[in-house]
């Protein structure tokens, strides 16, 4: 079973989509992705308005 998270499903234009095992797993591709590709900072992925946006988005496969 995986996680996915689809940058499109957080309003953000953009195709790639974040996977993990785990929720650990899934948050750290996702901040990875968001501070390499949307140049995020960690406070800016930290916001709890953000993480609430995030695990809404969240797809269980
Ligand atoms: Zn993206």
Not at 31 to 58: C, F, R, S
Request: glycine share 6%; charged share 35%.
């Amino acid at each position: 079973m995986a996680m996915t998270l689809a940058c499109r499903d957080v309003g953000v234009d953009c195709p790639h989509v974040s996977r993990g095992e785990t929720e650990e797993e899934l948050m750290a591709d996702v901040a990875k992705h968001g501070k390499e590709v949307h140049g995020y900072t960690e406070e800016q992925l930290k916001d709890p308005e953000m993480m609430k946006k995030v695990k809404a988005a969240i797809k269980t496969e």
